[in-house]
C-alpha cells in the first residue's frame, strides 16, 4: 500500500508521461548499464579461459579456479599464498581509506563554511573556483600534477629556493602524488555532498549552544556532525569507491612499489587478455568495498534512505 502511494504521488507531481519517462530511464540504466554488466562479470569469473573455438563446449564449465588463483597463486609458484597480489590489494584498499579520511578531514571545513555563509557573494565565488579545475579532463590534471610534484617541478623549486631542502624530495616514489592526486581527483564528492546537509542547519540551533556557553568543538561534536553524517557517509562512500577502483591516477602518479589493485584487473584484461581471472579480480574489489561501506554505514547507523536524502 505504501509502495502504491509512493508511485501515485510520483505520477502527480511529475505528470504521467514524465513520470514513465523517468522511470523508464532510470530502469534502463539500472537495468542495462550497471546490473547486467555487473551479472556478465560474474559469469565470465567463473569461467576458464578458453579458446574461441572452445567457448560453448564440454570445457567450458563453472570453476572457481580463478579466485583461487587470488588467494593461492599458481601451482608453479610452490607458494603458501598468492602473497603479491594480494598485498596490493590490501594496499589499495588502505589507501583509498586514507584518501577518504584525508578528504573528510579537509572538506569538512570548508563545508560548513560555505553551509552556513547562506547567499553570499563570497561563497558563490568559492564554488565557482572549485569546479573550474574540473573542467579540465582528469588524466590531464593528473600529468598536471605529475609536473607539479617531479623533481625538477614547481614543488620542489620552491622548496629549494626558500631552503627547507637541499635536494628534490621524491613525491612520486614516496606516495605522496598519488595520494595528493587521488584525494584531489575526488574532493568535490566530498565536499558538496556535505555542504548540501550542512546548509540545510538551523543556524539558531548554533546559536543557542553558544548562548549556553557550549564550546566549538561540543557544538560540532552535538550539533553539526550528527546533523550532516549522512552527508559525510555519501561523499565518504563515493570517494572510498571511486579511489579503490581509480585506474588514471595511480598509473600516472603511482611510483614503481605503488601497484594499484585495479593495474592488475587492467592487465588480466589487456595484457594477458585473460578476462575470467580478470572479472575475478574484479568481482573481489567491488565486492570488498561494498561490504566495507555497508560496515561502516552499520556502525555509524546510516541507511541508504539518510544519504539518499
Known sequence: MKKKMIFTDFFRTNGVVMGSVLIGLVSFWLIFLIILPQLSMLDYSFRYNLPPAEIGGPKDVYTISNYQYLLYGSDASHQTYNTVDLKVFVRTIFAAMLVTIFNIFLCYPLAYFL?????SGLVRLLVVLLIIPYWINEILRAFALRIIFGDSGLLNEALMFLHLTSEPIDFIRQDIALYAGLGYAYILLMLFP???VIESLDRNQIEAARDMGASWVRIHRRIVIPHAKPGIVSG??????LSAGALAAPQILGGPSS???TQLVYQWFNDSLNWQQGAAYAIVLLASTITIVLTVMKIFKVNMGDIGK
Open 194 to 196: 556535505m555542504y548540501n
Open 236 to 241: 565518504a562512500t563515493m570517494v572510498f569507491m
Open 115 to 119: 553551509g552556513q555563509s547562506k547567499g
Open 259 to 261: 601497484l594499484w589493485f
